[in-house]
């Protein structure tokens, strides 16, 4: 008996050693992944349709600006755009009527309806541009119109009780007209566009270009796509702002190739092999504005309206007027120090997060 005690201690003392098995913590289950053929047709495909709807109702905006010596077309070339008489005409011109002194600003809106789209266009036309003996800054008064309108769009965004769509004046567009000379850019076009392509789109168009060879023609093209290039001025399509590689693909095309745009303008038709086309009557023939073999309009008419309208209007607001935006606000330049207006802007993150 006494020899089992001890082997009765072991077995005690090992029982105590030896811990009670666990329990398993319970791992949790892993999320089931919904399948969205399971739940059936949710509707977020609507949503283009809901935004198309809306969209049409309240219209569209867009402020193009016409920039060139006076006889470059700049009137019937706007007018054939949008086959309408949007732009003052040439032939209300009468020999009575003086060259303007200085750069004036004209801005002509109307309505214009297609497949039931509205879209309220104000076409900005500059009469007296580089029609003077001395041309020396002229462009000042085209510069101060385009930031007056980022003015009076800051002005009605930074109100405290502001509309619920403001009115949209800024220049969405810039066409400047070069000469046909087929030689070389003036000094004032090089000028006029190094300031102004800092603020606004500018698309180069050669006007008139009937007036040359199609040998002249491509060589000028090329002529004026270097000197823009030496003098480091950008045009619309600026490369900075191609968002992916479909873009870049697509606008390094248009600034190799169509740039600037050799076009021809007209508001009047001729019967051509039984089709009634836009067109200019010269002793050899018709010019036909919409050919491809004859000029680049088309080319121009989709670049301007069918491809990069929207994008004409985001590049402005985006780039040219939050340029604008941040500089005044960051300097207060101007506007009323007014602490309330402060205090809103800070409360609504608008404005101070430059």
């Known amino acids: 008996m006494s020899k089992g005690l001890p082997e009765a201690r072991t077995d005690a003392a090992m029982s105590e050693l030896v811990p ?3 329990p398993k913590p319970a791992v949790p289950m892993k999320p089931v992944s919904i399948n969205s053929n399971l739940l059936g047709y949710i509707g977020i495909d609507t949503i283009i349709e809901q935004m198309r709807k809306k969209t049409m109702k309240t219209g569209f905006d867009f402020n193009i600006m016409v920039v060139g010596q006076s006889g470059l077309g700049k009137s019937t070339l706007v007018n054939t755009l949008f086959k309408s008489q949007v732009s003052r005409k040439a032939s209300s011109w009468n020999r009575e009527e003086k060259i303007p002194k200085t750069v004036e600003i004209k801005a002509i809106g109307h309505v214009i309806e297609e497949g039931g789209v509205k879209m309220k266009l104000t076409v900005i036309d500059t ?3 580089g029609d003077q003996i001395n041309n020396e800054n002229c462009w000042e008064p085209i510069e101060k ?3 007056e309108q980022y003015e009076k769009f800051l002005k009605e965004e930074v109100n405290i ?8 004046t800024r220049v969405h567009c810039c066409l400047y007209f070069i000469s046909p000379t087929g030689h070389s850019l003036r000094p004032l ?3 006029f566009m190094k300031h102004l392509s800092k603020v606004v789109n500018i698309i180069p168009v050669i006007a008139k270009a009937d007036t040359m060879t199609l040998e002249e023609k491509s060589e000028f093209k090329q002529r004026v796509r270097k ?3 030496v003098n480091g001025i950008e045009f619309y399509p600026q490369k900075e702002f191609d968002e992916d590689l479909e873009d870049k693909t697509e606008n390094d095309k248009i600034r190799q190739e ?3 745009f050799a076009v021809v303008g007209s508001d009047k038709e001729y019967q051509v092999n039984g089709k009634r086309v836009l067109g200019r009557k010269t002793p050899w023939g018709i010019i036909e504005v919409e050919n491809l073999n004859h000029c680049e309009f088309a080319l121009l008419r989709d670049f301007v309206i069918r491809t990069h309208l929207q994008d004409l209007k985001e590049v402005t607001h985006n780039i040219h007027y939050e340029t604008y935006r941040a500089k005044r606000l960051n300097d207060n330049g101007g506007l ?3 602490k309330k207006l402060c205090a809103s802007l800070k409360r609504s993150g608008e404005g101070f997060n430059l």
């Open 145 to 147: 119109y385009i930031n």
């Open 258 to 260: 169509s740039m600037p």
């Open 336 to 338: 009323p120090p007014n």
């Open 161 to 168: 009780a502001r509309k619920k769509r403001i009115p949209d």
């Open 20 to 22: 009670e098995p666990r």
């Open 227 to 229: 000197e823009l290039e």
């Open 127 to 129: 009469p007296g541009f």
């Open 189 to 191: 076009d090089l000028e």
